[in-house]
Nanobody, 119 residues
Framework: QVQLVESGGGLVQAGGSLRLSCAASGRTFSSYAITWFRQAPGKEREVVASISWGGGNRYYRDSVKDRFTISRNNAKMTVYLQMNSLKPEDTAVYRC????????????WGQGTQVTVSS
């Protein structure tokens, strides 16, 4: 069993930065791939970034490449999403999910954290 809790969201001006954290409990955390999703009002949920259990494989959607960085610290049981050069279109609820692979299925989900980027 793994429980995920996101934090680090908030209100930031365009061009600013935030670092989201996905903190886990459960002794099998290091065996899970972690994926960050986001969903804006009226839009479909989309994958933002993902990282394999060992950190060697990372994926980013095109719109966040070169701006976002995903990383993990298995000793701290935390995955981070560093978001730089934020844009108003990055506004969404961000959630992390754990699964056997970055492509799913996802066994565990966090509750989400709101990111709002003002123009």
């Amino acid at each position: 069993q793994v429980q995920l809790v996101e934090s680090g969201g908030g209100l930031v001006q365009a061009g600013g930065s935030l670092r989201l954290s996905c903190a886990a409990s459960g002794r099998t955390f290091s065996s899970y791939a972690i994926t960050w999703f986001r969903q804006a009002p009226g839009k479909e949920r989309e994958v933002v970034a993902s990282i394999s259990w060992g950190g060697g494989n990372r994926y980013y959607r095109d719109s966040v490449k070169d701006r976002f960085t995903i990383s993990r610290n298995n000793a701290k049981m935390t995955v981070y999403l560093q978001m730089n050069s934020l844009k108003p279109e990055d506004t969404a609820v961000y959630r992390c999910a754990a699964g056997a692979s970055t492509s799913g299925p996802y066994d565990y989900w966090g509750q989400g954290t709101q990111v709002t980027v003002s123009s």
